[in-house]
């Protein structure tokens, strides 16, 4: 076992909930894909808030409201140094991932692509990068097309080259699998959109979390990602989108401070990127999400993401010596945090429900990613996936947990 780059058990004394034990066994958390832990100085600056300085944001000019616009506005600053986006303004807060691509696919999508234009996207997305893109095309009367994947679920140069057109007006792509744990190559992706005079939008919910973005090095058009999934609250994501594209988009929800001036015809918005941002914002999720980003930037995404591969790369190793367990997606050193797998025999609901009687928690399903499932010829998988308090004895257990698993449906090992 390699040494972490940083101390492991001092990340967990952050973590209250992972000091429990689930079924009488010490809990191992193995699911941060679906939704990270979080540590105490982000649940605390929730309380802090509320206790402190509750009040709307941008309206009054009393100690309470100033407070909060300032910790707001604040906090959109934060994001953007996270993910080096050029602008303050190109910081959108959202309702997540999903919300962020679902502005994109109406507010850039229905103004930008018409009938016989394509839509680019491929079978490894999430359903929320998929279904808006089907959405819009049903709308507008344009084609969708799917770069076509490798035996280990990777998206080769060529293929991308041949797939992207003249035609092409908006590229749909995940940074990294939520199944596959495929890390894309989307720095060429968008320089081969850019060549056909189409935008490339980034799903980026299973990336941000885990390495270092840059919005500007990447050359993406619009990037996605969520609170949830990287130590932050949930009901809070983020938009990036480029100031030139933001502009002239058009917002989808109305009221509050997106407005400029109200007539009784007619009304006016307000500048970017408050006229994305209608009704009352989430002020106390985007003060915690800028709490979980100081969180991961004193730790370091360098020493995370090399963390990571180290317990990936272990679990990867171990769990490969189960006959009958088969990982899918990449090798360790081209992919993330997480291994999808199925054991023979074995149905992956079982599966989990066996393994949370160990206490250890993993994700069984078709992970909002049916079609993938279909390219795999599976219909449901299970998954294990790891951040920043997970280690090698955590893989220990599951691998003794997977071994008794099978020996409860009796299969030999």
């Known amino acids: 076992m390699t ?3 940083f101390k492991v ?8 909930i992972l000091n429990q034990q689930v079924n009488g066994k010490k809990l191992v958390y193995l699911d941060s894909s679906a939704t990270s832990q979080t540590p105490t100085q982000v649940t605390d600056s929730i ?26 506005e604040k906090a959109r600053e934060t994001v953007r140094r996270f993910i080096n986006a050029q602008y303050f303004e190109e910081i959108v807060f959202t309702r997540g991932t999903t919300a962020a691509i679902n502005l994109v696919a ?14 680019v996207v491929t079978q490894m997305e999430h359903h929320a990068n998929i279904v808006p893109w089907q959405q819009l095309a049903k709308r507008t009367g344009a084609k969708l097309k799917f770069i076509p994947m490798n035996e280990s679920g990777e998206l080769e140069r060529e293929a991308i080259e041949q797939t992207i057109t003249d035609n092409t007006k908006i590229v749909a792509v995940t940074h990294v699998s939520n199944v596959l744990g495929t890390i894309n190559d989307v720095k060429y992706i968008a320089e081969v959109a850019h060549q056909h005079d189409a935008v490339i939008a980034v799903d980026g919910a299973q990336s941000a979390p885990h390495m270092n973005v840059d919005v500007q090095d990447l050359d993406v058009d619009f990037f996605s990602f969520s609170g949830h999934k990287m130590l ?11 100031r030139e594209l933001l502009d002239k988009m058009e917002p989808i929800e109305f009221g509050g401070d997106m407005i400029d001036f109200v007539g009784l015809e007619d009304a006016t918005w307000t500048d970017l990127p408050t006229k994305f941002e209608a009704g009352t914002p989430l002020i106390a999720e985007a003060i915690a999400l800028a709490e ?9 995404l360098d020493n995370i993401h090399q963390h990571e591969f180290e317990v990936v790369n272990y679990a990867y190793n171990e769990m490969s010596k189960i006959d009958g367990l088969e990982i899918y997606g990449p090798t360790p050193d081209k992919r993330a945090g997480l291994i999808t797998f199925n054991v023979e025999g074995v149905h992956p609901h079982d599966l989990a429900t066996a393994l949370d009687s160990e206490g250890v928690a993993v994700r069984a399903g078709h992970h909002c990613a049916q079609p993938l499932m279909k390219w795999l010829n599976q219909s449901s998988t299970a998954r294990a996936s790891f951040y920043i ?17 099978k020996e409860f449906f009796s299969y030999e090992f």
Request: no cysteine.
């Open 3 to 5: 040494e972490s780059t």
């Open 9 to 16: 058990e001092n990340i967990i004394k952050d973590f209250p």
């Open 47 to 72: 309380v802090d808030y509320y206790n402190r300085y509750n009040s709307n944001v941008h309206r009054g000019v009393h100690t309470l409201g100033t407070l909060a616009t300032d910790g707001y």
């Open 106 to 119: 109406y507010s850039y999508g229905d103004h930008n692509v018409s009938e016989g234009d394509e839509i």
């Open 232 to 242: 932050g609250p949930t009901g809070i994501g983020v938009l990036y989108g480029k």
């Open 292 to 300: 979980a980003i100081r969180y991961i930037d004193e730790i370091g």
């Open 389 to 405: 308090y997970n280690t090698t004895e955590d893989v220990d257990i599951l691998i003794q947990a997977l071994k008794r698993t």
